[in-house]
């Protein structure tokens, strides 16, 4: 009996062990993914791209919502919300502002990495 319950817990220890990993490399590449794209949105806005700030903001900011789906992160979140002014700013137009906002979130999505 206790050999049966030995393998039992053994096999399920051994199951979550494979799973665990897969799920913080999960949200760490959801959010390499969203650096990537805020970089994108910053270099967009440098060069007076109002559009290409809310395209590439838009896509990092799923990539991040991801992210914190798998893993909750306070940086994470305050990259988030920075990535959402950064979209509402340039979709009004302002390149310059929507860009500070992905620098901001590009520091809180670098810290949450």
Do not use: C, W
Not at 2 to 7: G, L, V
Not at 13 to 35: C, F, H, Q, R
């Amino acid at each position: 009996m206790i050999s049966r319950r030995f393998a039992a817990l053994a096999l399920i220890l051994g199951l979550m062990a494979l799973v665990v990993p897969k799920i913080s490399l999960a949200a760490e590449n959801y959010v390499a993914e969203a650096i990537s794209h805020t970089k994108e949105a910053i270099a967009a806005g440098k060069a007076g791209h109002a559009d290409g700030v809310v395209a590439h903001s838009e896509v990092a900011l799923k990539h991040a919502e991801a992210g914190e789906k798998e893993k909750a992160n306070p940086h994470l979140e305050q990259g988030i919300a920075h990535l959402k002014e950064a979209v509402e700013t340039a979709k009004k137009g302002d390149a310059a502002i929507g860009t500070k906002h992905a620098e901001e979130a590009l520091k809180h999505l670098e810290q949450a990495q």
